[in-house]
C-alpha cells in the first residue's frame, strides 16, 4: 500500500490495536472481550486516529474505522460491552465519537496527509434516463430541458438535490467525482439516454453544490459545429452563474466533456459538465483531516 510508509513514523501501538482489532471480528463470531480490551488499550485522541486510518487501508480488514467496527459488530444484547467502550471514549474526551466518528487531534502530518486524501469514504450515486424520439438529436442531449417543449432528463435538478442533500446531511463538502453516460440508438420508435452521476467529499476543501452543462449537436466541425457551439455555450453559462446564482465568489470547474458519435457518423454530440460552488448559501465545512490540527 502506498501510504505504509507514512505510518512508520508512529510509536508502533496503534499497528498492534488495529490487527488486534480485525482479529477481534475475523471468523465465525464476534469475540466482545477482545474487541473492547482492544479498544481499551488506546490512550489518546491521536492514537484512535491512527488506528482509523490504519483499519481504513487494511486490506483484511472488514470495517474502515473503530465506529464503523463498533456499530456493526455490537448489537442490542450487547449492552455491557458498549458501555465499556463509551466509558473509555469519554476518559480520553471524546463522548461523541461513536456518533460522529474520527477525531484528528494530534496526528502527524503523515497521517493528516493519509486522512486527506482518504475523504470520508461516502458516495452517493444519482441515476437517470429519459427517452427522445428516433431522429431527435436536439432531445438526445437535453439532460436538463430545452426550452421548447421542456422535454429532458432534469439531470440537474436531481444532481443539485443530492448534493444539497449530502452538503446538509451528511455534513461534508459535496463533489461529482464521475459522470457516466450512455446514448442508445438501437430503439424502432424511441431512443434512450442513461447517466450517472457519483457525489463524493470534495478533496479541495469546496463545497461543490450545483451541476450545469450546455452543448450541442450536428456537424462538429466548423464555428458552427456541435463542437465549438458547446464550447461557446458553457463558456457564457459559466460567466452568467454569478449574477444568476447572485454570489460573486461562485467558482466552476469542468467534471467531464461528452463527446459521442452517432452510429450512422452523420451527427456529433458534445455536452460539456460543470458544477460550481455558492459559499454564500453554502458554505464549505472544514475537512476532517484538518479539524483540531
Given at each position: 500500500?502506498k ?77 455491557v ?36 486524501e ?29 426550452k ?5 432528463g ?78 461557446n ?61
Amino acid at each position: 500500500m502506498k501510504y505504509i510508509k507514512l505510518f512508520e513514523h508512529y510509536s508502533g501501538l496503534s499497528e498492534s490495536i488495529a490487527a488486534d482489532l480485525i482479529d477481534a471480528v475475523s471468523g465465525f463470531g464476534t469475540d466482545e472481550e477482545a474487541l473492547v480490551t482492544a479498544i481499551a488499550s488506546i490512550t489518546t485522541p491521536a492514537e484512535l486516529a491512527q488506528v482509523d486510518a490504519e483499519l481504513a487501508i487494511a486490506k483484511d480488514s472488514k470495517y474502515k474505522s473503530v465506529k464503523d467496527t463498533v456499530e456493526q459488530e455490537l448489537g442490542v444484547f450487547d449492552k455491557v460491552y458498549k458501555e465499556a467502550i463509551q466509558t473509555k471514549l469519554m476518559s480520553m474526551g471524546l463522548p461523541n465519537y461513536l456518533k460522529d466518528g474520527i477525531v484528528s487531534a494530534g496526528l502527524s502530518a503523515g497521517a493528516k496527509a493519509v486522512l486527506k486524501e482518504m475523504g470520508s469514504g461516502k458516495t452517493v450515486d444519482v441515476v437517470g434516463e429519459y427517452e427522445p424520439n428516433v431522429g431527435d438529436w436536439d432531445g438526445m442531449h437535453s439532460f436538463q430541458s430545452r426550452k421548447s417543449d421542456g422535454f429532458g432528463g432534469k439531470m440537474n435538478d436531481k444532481v443539485n438535490e443530492a448534493l444539497i442533500k449530502f452538503w446538509k446531511e451528511e455534513g461534508l463538502n459535496p463533489d461529482i467525482t464521475k459522470i457516466e453516460i450512455e446514448m442508445d440508438e438501437s430503439g424502432k420508435d424511441k431512443w434512450k439516454v442513461k447517466w450517472k452521476c457519483t457525489i463524493e467529499e470534495s478533496k479541495d476543501g469546496k463545497a461543490w453544490i450545483g451541476l450545469t452543462s450546455r452543448g450541442g449537436a450536428g456537424q462538429p466541425d466548423g464555428s458552427s459545429g456541435s463542437i465549438q457551439r458547446a464550447k461557446n455555450q458553457i463558456e457564457d453559462k459559466k460567466r452568467e452563474l454569478k449574477s444568476e446564482i447572485g454570489d460573486p465568489a461562485l467558482e466552476t470547474k469542468e467534471v467531464l466533456d461528452f463527446n459521442h458519435d452517432s452510429d450512422s457518423g452523420g451527427t456529433h454530440v458534445r455536452q460539456i459538465f460543470v458544477v460550481y460552488t455558492n459559499p454564500a448559501k453554502y458554505k464549505p465545512y472544514p475537512k476532517l483531516s484538518t479539524m483540531n490540527a
